[in-house]
């Protein structure tokens, strides 16, 4: 097999394990395990840091559209981080993630194992509201997943929290649905990593949150091994 040979097969094994396109951000390099050295110079060590080089971003087209935005909110050094898909109205508005009513549920879900907003961090995959609320694009991700990375990399958590399918899936770059990944901890960046139904589906589908106290529960046990 020639190099050429050697890499489509590799690429192929890839799309096959769910991969939708390969980036060459260097935040995206680092998946599963953590660069060895703290001072890995494309890792920033504060979020002021990675707040700063997002800047005013006009990277994608949804910057046309945003009023705010949205970094995340939370303790730098959290255990246990949040991670949503994208800023709806509320959060485009007040700049903070998970403020509207999907927010207030996520805030009793949290309170549910013993912690407050201010003991956990908060970010979404997408910084920036999509007009109406649609899906985020492969693109807009792309662009924008790079520094929820490098976020996860500066505070390190010991559990990361997967809200819906769309973090999920970008998280784990899988094309599961989301019922057949929750239920399960995976190995994530040095953290654990449970998946687990949006806040939103679940105001839909009250029957549900049943099944995201179950991964709650899960949750507080990894935080308490
Ligand atoms: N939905 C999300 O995924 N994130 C938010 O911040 C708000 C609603």
């Known amino acids: 097999m020639n ?10 094994f890839f799309q096959e394990l769910g991969a939708e396109g ?28 990675v707040r700063g080089e997002l800047g005013d971003c006009t990277r994608c087209k949804l910057h046309q559209g945003r009023t705010t935005l949205v970094f995340g909110v939370g303790r730098p050094d959290a255990d246990l981080m949040f991670v949503g898909e994208a800023p709806g109205r509320d959060e485009d508005q007040q700049g903070e993630p998970f403020v509207g ?25 997408i910084k920036c509201r999509p007009p109406q609320n649609r899906n985020p694009e492969l693109d807009e ?11 996860l ?12 399918a769309f973090a999920v899936r970008t998280l784990l770059r899988s094309e599961q649905s989301i019922s057949r990944l929750r239920g399960q901890v995976f190995d994530y960046r040095g ?20 099944d995201v106290w179950q991964d709650m529960k899960k949750v507080r046990a990894l935080l308490s091994s």
């Open 141 to 151: 991700v792309q662009t924008c997943a790079p520094f929820l990375f490098q976020q």
């Open 22 to 49: 390969f980036s060459r951000e260097p935040a995206w390099r680092f998946r599963g395990e953590r660069p060895a050295s703290p001072t890995e110079p494309t890792t920033p060590r504060t979020l002021e840091q």
């Open 3 to 12: 190099r050429r040979d050697a890499l489509t097969a590799h690429m192929e």
């Open 101 to 125: 009513p999907a927010g207030q549920l996520l805030t009793k879900i949290i309170e549910a194992i013993g912690l407050t907003r201010d003991q956990v961090y908060i970010a979404n995959v």
């Open 153 to 164: 990399d500066v505070i390190r958590p010991r559990v990361v929290v997967a809200l819906g």
């Open 191 to 210: 953290a654990k990593l449970v998946p687990t139904f949006h806040p939103a589906f679940l105001l839909r589908s009250p029957d549900r949150k049943r």
